[in-house]
């Protein structure tokens, strides 16, 4: 399984491309593809968008579903989805759970 | 300190404008990412996981009170409240937006600073002993030097696409603070039989995936011929140099694969047409940039003594701090403070813009508006009255800044790491946090003794792991973090590599195995006098790989 992430062209944020065809700054949104025809088309997304300077450093990268959360499988990654692990009051894993936020954070 | 005359202003002033359009045009989608990136890197932008990265050049570590306050405005108004100062001695931001930092980089020439050349294969910031002006064993100030190759290096035409990026430093005592042998080129002030200045000439060092230390080509160069020769040095690695494969693209390679004594015949060739031309330093020149750089006028202070006599009686905590944190200047009356950012469990390198705005508050009110960074990750308030010194350390109590551990076991370097870099393959700063509060009682580590812990986590070796006496490399094996150790390195006069002690270790492995390698060495030293490294270079790996790697054996 894999998911589509970047960075925000204009402030560098972390982003996850959404079933909603739009970059969430959260990995929770995420749309997760199952197979091969699936992967192509998150790839050829990105290129479209990485085209249309939206964001730079795309990448599909691996995950897998632990209760229902995406989760990625490189460290690496799962990092970049949370922030640094030495300061849980920066980057993502400080802001409100998805339940809190809804639906409306992407760009 | 060194001032921008005009030119310097309105260079830096039109590189901020040119930025600040190519930013414009960028988020314009005008020109791409792939034309873009070279020319963000060119001032200092990267890209890490979480965001933009800016790096900042402190020019050979030193800042005055002005400075290091814009350092913290920019902190607290476009970043998220702290810096991270580098084994460049440089700073770091990690959270800048890329539309803010044209704004963020006219701030910084409006202190006469800037972030060009932090980045790329040009030749980068200039360090120098940070203790430079201060130290009662210099021969002279090195940062004169420093600052005429910052002017020359600065935006090179024949130099700002070389194979690789190219890293200087200068050191004005044979005691090497800078850690000259593991640079591209690495140069030692000192006197010949004469009294004359010039320079022990190193060239070839480095880090990263294939450690080497550098060779000594010249033992001395008079200090009027440091720009041709060093011309004569960057020109034949620019020539020669690999281009091929960036693994191997550093001068280090060329002089290894050259031979020391073949390279030395080439830049000697090659400085043969350059000497005594356009590139040889007027005397007049040499003490103009020399004159930015008289200490300050230190008025006497015998008072000092009884002060921190008294002081001491009064306060152990002080008394330690002064032990360990505090080193002899050249005049009597003053002293050197060494500002711990290795607060027990602390980011190494770290600072809040609160900190930054009072070590500012402290340099102007007793250490004559002078600040220097160091390459170990400490701030330097190179020029306090020892009368003053309790006052001083009152106050970076107050701020958290007080840790009586300079070159002490939780003085540790350590790079960003995977909880920020997007090169890295695991974390240092976790590991730091770790191994510095197992060992947090100062007793326990004064009993250590010196002993320098240096943290990298990925083969690049930000963290100079391969010249700490321990070194850790955080690598990715299997997709979990792994850290392997090296024991013997030392980046100072007598420099080595540190050599790998055996199979890695799991982060929930790595501080006990420190504290392991710690024991062993506690066990076997000659006495309290013989110190970590010594005692290594003595004994060899053999009882630590037996403390380590013991138990395994005999159960398999």
Redesign the interface.
């Known amino acids: 399984m894999k998911v589509l992430t970047a ?1 925000r ?6 982003v996850w491309f959404g079933s909603d065809q739009r970059w969430h700054e959260t990995i929770d949104y995420a749309e997760v593809a199952r197979d091969k025809a699936a992967d192509e088309r998150l790839e050829r997304l990105g290129k479209e968008a ?1 085209a ?2 939206e964001v ?2 795309v990448d599909l990268i691996d995950v897998e579903l632990l209760g229902g959360e995406i989760r990625p ?4 990654e799962r ?2 989805a949370a ?5 849980t009051d ?2 993502k894993q400080a802001r409100p759970r998805p339940a809190d936020e809804g639906f409306a954070a992407g760009i | 300190m060194y001032r921008y005359d005009e030119f310097d202003h309105s260079f830096v002033q039109a590189r901020v404008a040119q930025f600040r359009d190519q930013v414009d045009r ?2 314009a ?1 005008e020109i ?2 792939d034309q873009f990136r070279p020319l963000r890197l060119m001032n200092g932008v990267y ?6 990265m800016l790096r900042v050049a402190v020019p050979y570590g030193t800042l005055s009170s002005k400075q290091m306050r814009m350092l913290a405005h920019i902190a607290r108004t476009y970043d ?1 409240g702290y810096g991270h100062f580098t084994t460049r001695q440089n700073i770091q931001y990690n ?5 803010d930092i044209p704004a963020i980089l006219a701030d910084l020439a409006s202190v006469e600073m800037h972030a060009i050349q932090t980045s790329g294969n040009c030749i980068r910031n200039v360090t120098a002993d940070h203790f430079a002006g201060a130290a009662a064993d210099e021969v002279a100030d090195p940062r004169p030097y420093a600052e005429i190759l910052r002017q020359w290096s600065s935006v090179h035409p024949e130099f700002s696409y070389l194979p690789r990026k190219f890293k200087i430093a200068v050191t004005g005592a044979e005691r090497d603070r800078a850690a000259i042998q593991t640079h591209d080129i690495g140069l030692h002030l000192k006197k010949n039989e004469n009294g004359e200045l010039g320079f022990a000439v190193w060239v070839g060092g480095g880090q990263g995936r294939t450690p080497i230390l550098a060779k000594k080509i010249r033992d001395f160069l008079p200090e009027e011929h440091l720009l041709s020769y060093a011309t004569a040095i960057v020109r034949v690695y620019n020539l020669h140099g690999r281009r091929d494969n960036k693994y191997k693209a550093r001068i280090k390679i060329l002089v290894h694969e050259t031979g020391t004594e073949e390279f030395a015949r080439q830049v000697e060739a090659e400085w043969a047409a350059l000497k005594d031309g356009a590139l040889t330093l007027p005397e007049a020149d040499i003490r103009a940039i020399e004159s930015y750089f008289v200490p300050p006028a230190l008025a006497a202070r015998p008072e000092g003594d009884a002060a921190v006599k008294l002081a001491r009686l009064d306060s152990r905590s002080f008394g330690e701090w002064l032990d360990q944190n505090v080193v002899t200047h050249k005049h009597p009356d003053y002293a050197a403070v060494t500002i711990s950012l290795k607060g027990i469990g602390e ?1 190494p390198g770290d600072a809040t813009d609160s900190q930054m705005d009072a070590v500012a508050d402290l340099a102007e009110r007793y250490a004559f508006d002078e600040i220097r960074v160091s390459h170990e990750q400490n701030l330097i308030l190179p020029h306090v009255a020892r009368a003053d010194l309790k006052a001083v350390y009152d106050r970076l109590v107050e701020i958290g800044f007080a840790t009586a551990n300079s070159n002490l076991i939780t003085d540790i370097i350590a790079c960003p790491g ?3 870099c ?1 090169l ?2 695991a ?1 240092s ?2 590991v730091a ?1 770790d191994i510095s509060r197992r060992f947090a009682s100062l007793d326990r580590q004064k009993d250590i003794g010196e002993l320098k812990l240096k943290i990298s986590g990925c083969i690049n070796a930000c963290g100079h792991h391969h010249v700490g006496h321990i070194g850790i490399l955080g690598v ?1 094996k299997k ?3 792994l850290y392997q150790v090296t024991l013997g390195g030392s980046g100072d006069e007598n420099a080595s590599i540190g050599e790998i002690i055996g199979r890695g270790f799991g982060p929930d492995e790595i501080t006990d195995a420190i504290e392991k390698i710690v024991d062993t060495y506690l066990a076997h030293r000659s006495g309290p006098s013989e110190k970590f490294l010594d005692a290594y270079r003595r004994l060899g790996p053999a009882p630590f790989k037996e403390a380590l790697y013991a138990s395994e054996a005999k159960a398999a």
């Open positions: 960075n062209l204009i402030d560098g944020e972390a990485f249309r300077n730079v450093d499988l490189r460290l690496r990092i970049r922030g640094p692990t030495n300061r920066l980057g | 960028r988020l989608g791409t990412e890209l890490q996981l979480h965001a933009y998220k959270w800048p937006a890329l539309s980011v995977l909880d920020y997007a890295a393959n974390r700063i976790s946090q990715e997709g979990a973090e």
